[in-house]
């Protein structure tokens, strides 16, 4: 089995957390990021919706099964967990930490992840492109009203008059990237490897800019060496619940094994990508750093099970593995 290995882009992520603590923007410099940062969001999900083929999505509505597992998965079985999660004791999960929580279990799938994943556990990975495709799409919309409707009721700071605002922001440049296909479909497609590391720029500008914010209001004060540990629990706990609810979900309604490998992966998954920069637009800058925290934890664990989970659904099918080259 290969051996695990952190994420290199979750180091730079903690880099940039890192660099916030010490040297936080201030003043005009902050007012520069904030700007900075909706630019690029807005940018970011235009490229989204540039990058989304229409084709794809057509092609694989027939499974559409499958396609509901993920999203009642992901836009109910998460939000309820994460709902059911704010409820526990402040000594369990503190009070700071659990709307976090409760808005990371509103996103929607990865997309990237959710399709290697598959593909090393020989699902179908068709159906996953589809699905994981899907829940972006419809996370633009859901995730804004699923959370503010739970937080609302839970008390919490995020009001559904606020969603609508959101959405508009969010979805006008989905839209515009969508129609914008026309002329520069080719061009998403040769430069792939430079819209994902705008993708990745943009949420370590987000994190940094965020961060900068909570630490001028005083953030690792208010969370403790022994709440991360806490809040790394929860997200194990989550993470392993709906993985089995998943699989559990998949087998129960007859579906096969390659299926069950996509609703495994793509029901089981939380966006950075697509989180970080909500939660720059949805919540008040102060509280962001407090928000993405469950997020970025969740993410490496997510990464670190599925990679174990991937390489036994693959030891499990027909044909052989190939034996990974000493440079792998």
């Not at 700071?96 to 990865?110: D, H, I, Q, R, Y």
């Not at 080719?186 to 993708?199: E, Q, T």
């Not at 629990?233 to 559990?248: F, G, P, R, S």
Request: proline share 5%; net charge positive; aromatic share 8%.
């Amino acid at each position: 089995m290969r051996r695990l290995r952190i994420d290199p882009y979750i180091v730079a992520i903690l880099a940039m957390v890192l660099v916030a603590s010490l040297l936080p923007a201030r003043g005009q410099v902050a007012v520069g990021f904030d700007w900075l940062t909706k630019v690029v969001i807005a940018i970011l999900f235009f490229l989204h919706g540039a990058k989304l083929s229409r084709e794809a999505v057509i092609a694989g509505l027939g499974h559409w099964r499958l396609h509901l597992l993920v999203l009642a998965s992901t836009f109910v079985l998460f939000p309820l967990l994460g709902f059911a999660a704010t409820f526990l004791p402040a000594a369990i999960l503190p009070t700071s930490l659990s709307a976090g929580v409760l808005f990371m279990c509103c996103l929607p799938s990865t997309v990237q992840s959710s399709i290697a994943f598959t593909s090393v556990g020989r699902g179908n990975v068709a159906a996953a492109v589809v699905a994981a495709s899907a829940s972006n799409l419809f996370g633009i919309a859901l995730t804004p009203l699923i959370a503010g409707l739970l937080m609302r009721a839970h008390g919490g700071g995020l009001s559904m008059s606020a969603v609508w605002p959101v959405v508009v922001q969010l979805l006008l440049p989905f839209i515009a990237g969508q129609v914008a296909r026309i002329w520069i479909a080719d061009w998403a497609a040769r430069s792939r490897k430079m819209l994902g590391l705008f993708d990745r720029g943009t949420i370590l500008l987000v994190v940094y800019a965020a961060f900068s914010e909570a630490v001028i209001r005083g953030i690792w004060n208010q969370v403790s060496l022994a709440d991360l540990g806490k809040l790394l629990a929860i997200c194990a706990v989550l993470l392993a619940l709906v993985l089995a609810a998943t699989a559990w979900g998949a087998r129960a309604l007859r579906f096969n094994k390659e299926d069950e490998v996509a609703i495994v992966f793509c029901g089981s998954k939380k966006s950075l990508a697509t989180g970080v920069p909500m939660a720059g637009i949805l919540f008040p800058a102060a509280s962001v750093g407090l928000l993405i925290l469950p997020l970025m934890l969740f993410h490496q664990i997510q990464l670190m099970a599925c990679a174990v989970i991937a390489q036994r659904y693959a030891d499990r099918a027909s044909e052989p593995l190939l034996t990974p080259s000493p440079a792998e």
